[in-house]
């Protein structure tokens, strides 16, 4: 097999040093941090400590760098970019903005995350369906572009599903729900910090992730793109003093709704958070995220190879793999909770998903891992 490009390329082997103690293989539920952000939070944690909010305005300097981070992240401008706790908390900003009428419809795939359908279900005492539709198939948009045409009020879908890996061709639903007047939102949490992702390029209306999974971050922190023609579209649900335009004038008493994303965050910002996250993404950023796409599914692709060199039967379908930061397999029979039970005893950092086991590399995720991981799983599955 070729040898994956290495950290020491990037001049970055000390930013992870859980590469030193497990197989990490995890990074589509819950990252490690590089060790730029833990020395981030430090910093915020012992100024704070040593002389409380003397540094405030430092600290706001940091979250107006990651809100442009984010807007970079996505090929957008900072001013329609909200931050919010999480993916679900920026999906019901959505479901919760629109004015529905009875019979609108939701499009979603029945592949999605609760996430992003529970929250359109709950819709149900607006008159509002949900259609679930499939993603088989060789194209697995297919069955969507056929039920935006049938006509719909919102599609809602993951860039990349998480359990099996499908990766959507953003752009082609993103131009057929603008040809027939669709909103199109995007869970991109799968996406943001693994594969290159631009709002402009896809035409979403919305779109929203955490900082927890692909950009490295802590969680209680994520993004919400509105794009500017559509913001008026959504009504407000909370209401503080940091959402409206004159923030920070206290002795006024006429307020009016701020005229960029900043309208979604109601009160005070999660600063120690955006440390941490400002730090990571100051690492996508300097890696780039070409770089990073490529080496995430250069990891996959061998994955994808060594497993199915062991007998692996995968369960991520062949037009997704290694298209995205995750691979599925079949674990022969075996019941998948108990060998991800017995991989996170042996240091295997994964997940059981989509019936499988799901293994989700990073950029930094050295060969090794990926060697000694697909040895150790295919002990426990009887390849």
């Not at 509002?128 to 006509?151: C, D, F, M, R, Y």
């Not at 990571?280 to 994808?304: F, K, P, Q, W």
């Amino acid at each position: 097999m070729n040898t994956l490009a290495s950290l020491s390329e990037f001049g970055l082997n000390a930013e992870f040093p859980v590469n030193e103690q497990c197989q990490y293989l995890n990074h589509a539920a819950v990252a490690p941090w590089p060790e730029s952000a833990r020395k981030a939070v430090v910093q915020f944690a012992q100024d704070n400590t040593a002389t409380g909010s003397s540094n405030y305005m430092q600290w706001l300097n940091v979250e107006a760098e990651l809100r442009y981070n984010l807007a970079r992240l996505i090929g957008a401008h900072k001013d329609s970019i909200a931050f919010v706790k999480n993916t679900s908390e920026a999906l019901s900003f959505v479901a919760y903005g629109i004015d529905w009428q009875p019979g609108d419809v939701v499009i979603i795939s029945d592949e999605e995350f609760p996430s992003n359908r529970i929250v359109w279900e709950s819709l149900a005492c607006k008159g509002v369906v949900v259609k679930a539709v499939s993603l088989k198939g060789e194209t697995p948009e297919q069955h969507i572009l056929n039920a935006i045409e049938q006509g719909a009020r919102l599609l809602s879908i993951s860039a990349i599903q998480y359990a099996s890996g499908t990766r959507m061709n953003l752009t082609k639903l993103g131009q057929t729900c603008r040809d027939n007047d669709v909103l199109f939102c995007v869970d991109a949490i799968q996406a943001i910090g693994a594969v290159q992702f631009d709002v402009n390029e896809c035409q979403c209306d919305f779109a929203m992730a955490d900082g927890h999974k692909w950009m490295l971050g802590p969680e209680g922190l994520g993004l919400f793109y509105v794009r500017p023609e559509v913001m008026d579209q959504l009504s407000l649900n909370e209401y503080g003093w940091h959402m409206i335009e004159n923030m920070g004038d206290y002795s006024r008493t006429d307020w009016e709704v701020a005229s960029t994303a900043r309208r979604f965050e109601c009160g005070s910002p999660n600063l120690l958070a955006a440390h941490a996250l400002k730090a990571s993404t100051d690492l996508l950023l300097d890696i780039g995220m070409s770089n990073i796409e490529t080496a995430i599914c250069e990891r996959v692709t061998y994955l994808a190879r060594a497993l199915t060199n062991q007998g692996a039967t995968l369960i991520t379908p062949k037009h997704s793999l290694g298209c995205s930061g995750i691979i599925t397999f079949d674990t022969n029979g075996h019941n998948p909770i108990e060998i991800w039970q017995s991989l996170m005893k042996d240091s295997v950092i994964c997940m059981h998903r989509g019936g499988g086991i799901r293994f989700s590399p990073h950029y930094h995720t050295p060969q090794a891992a990926l060697d000694t991981a697909v040895e150790k799983v295919a002990k426990l599955c009887r390849w």
